[in-house]
């Protein structure tokens, strides 16, 4: 086969032969190389991050402006109403928005795209363990995007009972318009993503355990690699429930079974066939999956980040194996902490308790983490480049995410923020302040190895600027409404006399956050000029450690044109006696060296 | 960052943008709010000074020398475990009490049995429908009294509410009164608060229940008892006076 040959580096023994539409399609479409799914799974979740966006800006023009006509597509969308958003519309604006942020891109830009393209160039491998298996992971995320994106077109207008779907309103095809064949699609979406991460995880895992390249020890492993590792092993385990509880809900709404619905149910006027099931059941499922997967939405990120200070601050890792560990530690307490989303479903307030206390642990590795993170840039000679005010923004922000989540966690307080802007902060903090900043930051950092070329680094720093910005000024302020009790997904929330004075509030909100999206043209342009016309970036720009930057940029088929020998850990920076303020992972250890054999 | 929030803040009045009035007799959600938001504030505050301080001195454009080279330190490492750990630990704790009071130590009568509901709240697709047991003290019998959406307390008691739903999950949330409890069909649950000051207060329901969700609204008025009396003696009354069956009503 033949490959993407780079710059001439790759010395792999191709000869460039034209070739044709097959090959072509072979190489390029249905590609089993990493790097190819990597970047289409990149382009893919961009792609939904902007649709997911949009979506958004949906929710806040009716939260600043409700009943208002949202200008040039209201018209558009609901002549009917008179280009209102109407309430069904938006219930199924936030329900799509968080679907589309969490399933198609979120989880698929950490694992699709950054995990596909970097776990081999990271431990030395030419491929993943699976290349078949891989690309099948990429492509059955097409019926995904088919179902999410047709869920807007059937009859209802997009399911629209939430992204956490809770029965019975999700599955009494009464109940509500967007419960009908909407989320029917939802569920089935839902299928094909599980399925996706499912053969993912298999092949992320089976690749580090076996295909790590010689002497590359667990020990000497990159943080990023460690994070799509135990990622893996979330899915791993978590994802089989949630793949079994949405075939549950499925047949509830099919075949009329009824797991997740009592008895006794009278829903406009008529009363329910089905009972025997219990709606808390649906949470306890539908959660044991979806508070890991929170994690497998961060630990990634977490690992990116520490990649990205390490190089920017010319130091190692402070802590490589307590940052192990911590990951560890968020990882096995991820399992035990679901019920702290139930707090005020109806649950048993004993568990409450029990819930209460594991979450409350869980913010111990976060703390040992940002600590270790500012331990690394302690003494450095930091570099302000692009990824690293993006990692920075990361470990700030993630650390006020972090701190709003010990509100939740408290079991009283819970009683009063719980489904108010308060969560709504706390996980914006966490999942766009965190991990958006730092796929943000991977990207401005890995895109020369992905596509040879460097992005412009002053509209970097503006797209930093103007996002980080903006953020603050959407998410920090949701925090203020949600002490006032300020409920999520109502369709106006000013119907009730406490939630008025909170209006101008929210209309600077939206302010903010349409400059927010705005401000992401900064970086769709950067992006695209760059892939085409950005300076060509030699084999290692930043002056890094890891593996991948001793490949070519972009790697050819097969990733390495040597066989990489490991001698070290991965964050050998500003080593005294060493010739150079970098000892990249192969380079072999020197005389007069302090400390040669990797991580402590 | 904090200027601009500080700045963002000052624009509009802030009557409306924190806590709604308290009018329980019970503070300790607020207050263990505010012992949260103490203690994340100082530690918030406190990493971010230490950033900052850190990128302002260890800029690589005018920091001299070589790099501070190290793996890490176990000393530390303990010390940043060990002190959120303690914090933490205490925070779980100090807040059992103000839980177990919350949702597991229900109002008692003096015979020892617990305080019966003073009404039945269910939620429906898009209605607070509630349920007063009448003279005989007795839900579900001839003289029970029907309301939708207005709900009617006496002050300074120990108010105990049965709820419950019968088409999807709502939640029962009055933020003056900082209780929330989703209803869940299939279930009866109790929820208690002592009213401390008159008024009329949003009920609202704060888990998503359909299209009709963000118009789910009730009032639930808290009075003097003689004033409470009176009005359910009205409300009894006008029901009996109605030209509606209670097959109707329902």
Known sequence: ?600 | MAIFIWSAMGWYPLEGHWFPERVVANSSIDHLFYVILALTGIVFVGTGLLMFWFLWKYDGKHHEGPVFYSHGSHYLEVLWSVIPAILLLFLAIYQMDAWAGARMRRPMLENGQPKPPIARVTGRQFEWKIQYPGADQKLDTADDIYLVNELHVPRDEEIVLEITAEDVLHSFFLPNFREKQDVVPGMKQYVWFKPVKDGKFDIVCAELCGWGHYKMKGQITVESRSDYDAWLKKAYDDQELSEFTLAEAE
């Open chain 1, 1 to 600: 086969m033949s490959s993407i040959t780079a710059d001439g580096q790759a010395t792999h023994s191709h000869s460039s032969h034209e070739f044709g539409l097959g090959e072509f399609i072979s190489t390029y479409v249905f590609s089993r190389d990493h790097k190819v799914i990597g970047i289409q799974f990149l382009f893919s979740t961009l792609l939904w991050f902007l649709i997911g966006g949009l979506l958004a800006l949906g929710i806040r023009w009716q939260l600043a402006w409700p009943w208002s006509d949202m200008p040039v597509i209201g018209p558009m969308l609901f002549s009917a109403e008179g280009g209102q958003i109407s309430p069904e519309f938006y219930t199924m604006l936030f329900t799509m928005h968080a679907t589309v942020m969490t399933f198609l891109v979120i989880i698929p830009i950490l694992a699709g795209a950054f995990g596909n393209y970097l776990i081999p160039l990271m431990i030395g491998a030419d491929d993943m363990a699976f290349p078949t298996l891989n690309m099948l992971s990429y492509w059955i995320m097409w019926p995904a995007f088919f179902f999410f994106g047709a869920s807007f077109f059937v009859a209802g207008n997009g399911a629209s009972s939430g992204w956490t779907s809770y029965p019975p309103l999700s599955t009494m095809t009464e109940s509500a318009p967007g419960s009908g064949p909407a989320q029917t699609m939802w569920l089935l979406g839902l299928t094909c993503v599980g399925i996706s991460s499912m053969m993912g995880s298999v092949n992320y895992m089976t690749t580090i355990i076996q295909m790590r390249a010689p002497g590359m020890t667990m020990m000497r492993l990159p943080m990023t690699i460690w994070g799509m590792f135990i990622t893996a092993l979330l899915q791993a385990f978590a994802l089989p429930v949630l793949t079994a509880a949405g075939f549950m809900q499925l047949m509830d709404r099919t075949v009329g079974t009824g797991f997740f619905a009592p008895e006794g149910l009278v829903v406009n006027n008529s009363a329910m066939a089905a009972g025997g099931g219990q709606p808390l059941l649906w949470q306890h499922l539908f959660w044991f999956y979806s508070h890991p997967a929170v994690y497998i939405m961060i630990l990634p990120a977490m690992g990116m980040v520490s990649e990205i200070l390490c190089c920017f601050a010319r130091k190692p890792l402070f802590g490589y194996k307590p940052m192990i560990y911590a990951i560890c530690g968020i990882a096995g307490l991820g399992f035990i902490v679901w019920g702290h989303h139930m707090f005020v479903s109806g649950m048993n307030p004993g568990l409450g308790m029990t819930f209460m206390v594991a979450t409350m642990m869980i913010a111990l590795p976060s703390a040992v983490k940002t600590f270790n993170w500012l331990g690394t840039i302690y003494g450095g000679k930091i570099q302000f480049t692009t990824p690293m005010l993006f990692a920075l923004a990361f470990v700030s922000m993630f650390v006020l995410g972090g701190l709003s989540g010990i509100f939740m966690a408290a079991t009283p307080v819970d009683v009063f923020i719980h489904d108010t802007y308060f969560i709504v902060a706390h996980f914006h903090y966490v999942l766009f302040g965190g991990t958006a900043m730092a796929v943000f930051g991977a990207i401005y950092f890995w895109f020369p190895k992905m596509f040879g070329r460097m992005m412009n680094e002053p509209l970097g720093k503006l797209h930093f600027l103007l996002t980080f910005i903006f953020l603050n000024g959407t998410f920090f302020t949701m925090h203020i409404l949600g002490a006032a009790g300020f409920p999520r997904r109502l369709a106006d929330p000013y119907h009730y006399e406490t939630f008025r004075p909170l209006l101008p509030m929210n209309q600077f909100m939206t302010i903010c956050a349409i400059l927010m999206v705005a401000s992401q043209i900064f970086f769709i342009l950067n992006f695209f000029y760059s892939i085409f016309f950005g300076p060509k970036a030699g084999r290692n720009p930043w002056r890094a450690n890891g593996l991948e930057w001793q490949a070519p940029s972009p790697p050819g088929h097969g990733n390495f044109d040597f066989q990489p020998i490991v001698y070290r850990g991965p964050y050998e920076y500003g080593t005294p006696g060493a010739s150079d303020d970098f000892c990249p992972q192969t380079q072999p250890p020197q005389e007069g060296e302090a400390g040669t054999t990797g991580a402590h």
